[in-house]
């Protein structure tokens, strides 16, 4: 994985969602509401532009806005994890 | 008792808000605002009847909404077109479609076999075929090789004598003097333009490239040929073409303004998207790997179910978008795009059974063998190998009789 960080205006494109990062309290509140563990949601790496943009560390949960067809805006959630791209 | 259902209404649209997904909820909202003959009670008994209409058209819990999927996707599969067409178009581009498209996305191969970019451009450059065109040319990758008609030598006098196309000049824009720069600037020799032909470039090679004694080394001139032929003038890498098309054509104040586009062969989205005049928030590539490094893997998600309902919808097929939705969710649940397949989300799961049940029997009992796996039978085709009934629908239920009966005090 090369050193040089994204862009910023690559959120800016139509097929990137809104990403957030999770404050401690919001994520146990989302784990609690979906009743499930952290290594139970769908995982982001830790070298995807858009979490290396947001500065997120290992073990956050991302809130995604993703604009669904189907539902108008669908929330999904993600959590970081520090892997090496296999690519 | 009309006050008391407004008051109702409020707590169970406040309840409705965050329980029906938002385009519903808004469409309710649009539509209760226009019935302006209901009475505060009906319009109570139509939220909550939407509400129930939602709730009983959720996915059951234990649904097998995997197996549906694949089934939905599949049964339709089968009546895709199995050959690559040619896109009719102004400039003609291969583009695989049909089944051989759809298995290149779930596979989640690296390259497509016909790379594709749609590329639009910004406010400045959108409405002039002219700018369109500037566009076009900066995408383009072109080298010396495109824009001449021949390069000659002879073995014995380190001279290569290149005769430019003048067609191929004006086509990607450029002069000849750009040429002799390129050509002087990799060092290749120096170069002069015949005086009597502008379109003739001399070059000749230093002493140091080509030393006396392999003057007739044929190998030497050989490789400098296509060192020559390979010299990058301007361009994006791996675009081996780019077209103009026109996106939109409307009418403002009496006059026509058409929006253009371009379309490349090839792909390289990092880089083009870096390209003066292009427009940074549309431009799109079908090279899923690429979006997944340059935009992230929420970006690839969505390119995914774009690329499943494009292939589908061309073919004419009816499928839920649902269904494309759950594939690409499974193909990025963990950062990375895999395949549906062998090597990604089938080959990864836990257990022996449904691994070798997919592909490669054989290998897989040999390799578990060597591992010493177990086998717990707790998914669907484990079950349905053992025999037994698959946790799915009624079968993730399990109820028995107590025996002990609790005797309730108090």
Known sequence: MSGKAPEKWILEHRLVPEHRVLSLEEAIQVLRRLGVKPWQLPQISINDPVVRLLNAKPGDIIEIRRKSPTGGVAIAYRLVVAFERRS | ?410
């Open chain 2, 1 to 410: 008792m009309a006050r008391d259902y407004e008051e109702k209404l409020k707590r169970l649209l406040a309840e409705a808000e965050s329980m029906l997904p938002k385009s519903i909820f808004n469409e309710l909202v649009e539509e209760l605002g226009k019935a302006s003959d209901l009475t505060p009670e009906e319009k109570y008994r139509v939220v909550e009847e939407v509400i129930r209409g939602y709730i009983s058209s959720m996915a059951q819990p234990g649904e097998p909404v995997g197996t549906v999927a694949a089934q939905s996707i599949g049964e339709p599969g089968t009546q895709m077109t199995l050959r690559t067409f040619h896109f009719a178009g102004l400039m003609e581009f291969d583009v695989t479609l049909g089944l051989p498209r759809l298995i290149e996305i779930v596979d989640a191969k690296r390259e497509p076999s016909t790379p594709l970019m749609e590329v639009y451009l910004d406010e400045a450059h959108r409405y002039d075929e002219k700018k369109a065109k500037e566009v076009a040319r900066r995408l383009e990758y072109t080298t010396v090789e495109k824009v001449m008609s021949s390069l000659e030598y002879s073995l014995g006098d380190r001279v290569f004598r290149l005769r430019l196309d003048p067609e191929m000049l004006e086509d990607k824009a450029v002069t000849p003097e750009k040429v002799i720069s390129v050509i002087e600037e990799s060092g290749i020799g120096s170069v002069s333009q015949d005086p009597e032909d502008p379109l003739v470039l001399k070059i000749e090679v230093s002493e140091k490239t080509i030393p006396e004694e392999s003057l007739f080394d044929y190998k030497i001139y050989k490789d400098l040929e296509s060192k020559i032929k390979k010299l990058y003038i301007k361009g994006v890498k791996n675009i081996n073409r780019a077209s103009i098309r026109v996106l939109e054509e409307s009418v403002v104040e009496d006059k026509k303004v058409r929006e253009y586009m371009i379309v490349t062969e090839g792909s390289n989205l990092a880089e083009v998207l870096k390209v003066e005049g292009v427009d940074r928030t549309r431009t799109t590539t079908n090279n899923i790997f690429e979006i997944a490094e340059v935009l992230g893997i929420e970006a690839a998600r969505t390119a995914i179910i774009e690329e499943i309902s494009k292939v589908l919808k061309e073919s004419g097929l009816d499928v839920d978008i649902r269904h494309s939705m759950l594939v690409a969710d499974i193909m990025t649940w963990n950062g990375v795009v895999r395949q549906i397949g062998r090597l990604g989300v089938s080959g990864e799961k836990p257990s022996v059974l449904a691994r070798a049940a997919f592909e490669v029997t054989v290998k897989q009992f040999y390799e578990a063998a060597i591992r010493g796996e177990e086998e717990s039978l707790r998914g669907v085709t484990e079950a349905i190998i053992a025999g037994i009934p698959p946790k799915v629908g009624t079968g993730l239920v399990v109820m028995t009789i107590s025996p002990i009966h609790r005797r309730v005090e108090g």
